[in-house]
């Protein structure tokens, strides 16, 4: 059971440049989200996903997109990277229960 | 804004000892209240949860301690080991979905 499976793993960018962080999840779970952890600040909340076609803002959600096409699959796109993204980017899928199953992050930097 | 405010930013314990983490909340829609546990290069994992029907709740050496009308609840493990050396974050949600992070507690257990 592969549980969340976020890549790539590491990516470099230059300021400007777009791209997608990819997000998979095999358990079913409706609610999907993505954060980003920086030193001292924890977890912060881009965007979540209740459900396939229903996403909303978290926290943090400027300069990020999202879309959820079908239940396994919750892709994070950066518009046009700034050095201020620079992150480590986790997703996660929960049950209605709230519990959040990570995926292994997935680290960028944006120079 | 920060809605979960957790103390301290890191704590350094001996084997044996009792390591106490603490969060406080804002939010009193908030129905569920875990702990997440994360080492180095993973993703966080639930370690624990409660809702705020109990004050406490025990599982092995970790409990969570739940005051409801002070909007708190705190983190207590008993006789701390070199292996809960890792970073412990509160967390809150309402009806299972965005779920909102503390900025986390680096701990380190001393052999």
């Known amino acids: 059971n592969a549980g969340v499976t976020q890549t790539p793993k590491f990516q470099v960018l230059k300021t400007g440049q777009s791209m997608t962080l990819q997000c998979a999840q095999d358990?079913?779970?409706?609610?999907m989200s993505w954060y980003r952890q920086d030193p001292g600040m924890g977890l912060r909340l881009i965007h979540y996903s209740v459900g396939a076609g229903i996403t909303d803002q978290g926290e943090v959600p400027n300069g990020y997109n999202v879309s959820r096409s079908t239940t396994e699959d919750f892709p994070l796109r950066l518009l046009s990277a700034a050095p201020s993204q620079t992150s480590v980017y986790f997703c996660?899928?929960?049950?209605?229960?709230?519990?959040?199953?990570f995926g292994e992050g997935s680290r960028l930097t944006v120079l | 804004q920060q809605q979960v405010k957790q103390s301290p930013q890191s704590l350094i314990v001996q084997k044996g000892g009792i390591s106490i983490i603490n969060c406080a909340y804002e939010?009193?829609?908030?129905?569920?209240f875990p702990w997440y546990q994360q080492f180095p290069g993973k993703g966080p994992a639930l370690l624990i949860a409660i809702r705020p029907d109990v004050s406490e709740k025990k599982e092995g050496r970790f409990t969570i301690s739940f005051n409801k009308s002070a909007k708190q609840f705190s983190l207590h493990i008993m006789d701390s080991q070199p292996g809960d050396s890792a970073t412990y974050f509160c967390?809150?949600?309402?009806?299972?979905?965005?779920?909102?992070f503390g900025a986390g507690t680096r701990l380190f257990v001393k052999a």
């Open positions: 939010n009193t829609a908030f129905d569920y």
């Open positions: 967390a809150s949600n309402t009806g299972g979905f965005k779920t909102i």
């Open positions: 996660a899928s929960s049950p209605t229960t709230g519990e959040l199953f």
């Open positions: 358990m079913n779970h409706e609610y």
